[in-house]
């Protein structure tokens, strides 16, 4: 079964600061990985995913993720935080099985950026 | 172009209640599937859709019904609510079910039961 552990219910940086949101998953097949990022009092939205080819993967914004195999992570990462950027992010993974398949999320990190 | 839109945004109901959740997208999408996100528990798939007419149960179907009886339209219902079921609600559609496909999400209803 797939699964999705997100370390660190709660990040703070400084404005400007490096931003590194972690993510591990377990899956026994290929894993389809996502980051999405929900603001205050809005729905999800897709920051990027990976499916197939080039690990390193380029989002909106500014973020980027990091598929690394070896480690069963996919981290998130931004080199210089903006204020913007505060929200609530989640990674998910594909599960397979059933009438289609679907994504188990994991229990988000909200990212708070101090000026 | 709408995406994704979910009515009501907020409501509070009384335990016993009923009461009905929409949503509708205008993406022309097959799958649909309705999520309650919770502190701390990330989201969860209560029921889903992979075309008009059709409904299967997630991980957390006890006590919600579904039906989709119109391809854009996919309708949550409670029909005895619980304080248990505080929580915000979550539609979202993808074109097809292959694992490689993002999910669009709506901005969520705000249930609270008293």
């Known amino acids: 079964a797939q699964s999705v552990t997100q370390l660190g219910s709660h990040v703070s940086v400084s404005e400007g600061a490096l931003v590194l949101l972690r993510c591990n998953y377990s899956?026994?097949?290929?894993?389809?990985l996502f980051w999405y990022v929900q603001y205050p009092n809005q729905g999800l939205q897709l920051l990027l995913k990976?499916?197939?080819?080039?690990?390193l993967v380029k989002g909106i914004n500014g973020f980027e993720a990091e598929f690394k195999k070896s480690e069963t992570s996919f981290h998130l990462t931004k080199p210089s935080a903006h204020m913007s950027d505060a929200a609530e992010y989640f990674c998910?993974?594909?599960?397979?099985?059933?009438?289609?398949?679907?994504?188990?999320f994991g229990t988000g990190t909200l990212l708070a950026v101090q000026p | 172009n709408a995406g994704v839109t979910q009515t009501p945004k907020f409501r509070v109901l009384k335990t016993g209640q009923s009461m009905t959740l929409l949503c509708a997208q205008d993406?022309?999408?097959?799958?649909m599937y309705w999520y309650r996100q919770d502190p701390g528990m990330g989201l969860r798939l209560i029921h889903y859709?992979?075309?008009?007419?059709?409904?299967a149960k997630g991980e957390v179907p006890d006590g919600y019904n579904v039906s989709r009886l119109k391809k854009q339209n996919f309708l949550l219902g409670l029909e005895s609510a619980a304080p248990s079921q505080t929580s915000v609600y979550f539609c979202?559609?993808?074109?097809?079910?292959?694992?490689?496909?993002?999910?669009?999400f709506g901005d969520g209803t705000r249930l609270s039961i008293l």
């Open positions: 979202a559609s993808s074109f097809t079910g292959l694992g490689n496909q993002p999910q669009h």
């Open positions: 899956s026994s097949v290929p894993p389809y």
């Open positions: 990976y499916t197939t080819g080039a690990t």
């Open positions: 998910a993974v594909t599960a397979y099985g059933g009438a289609t398949n679907k994504l188990i």
């Open positions: 993406m022309n999408h097959e799958y």
């Open positions: 859709s992979v075309g008009e007419g059709t409904t």
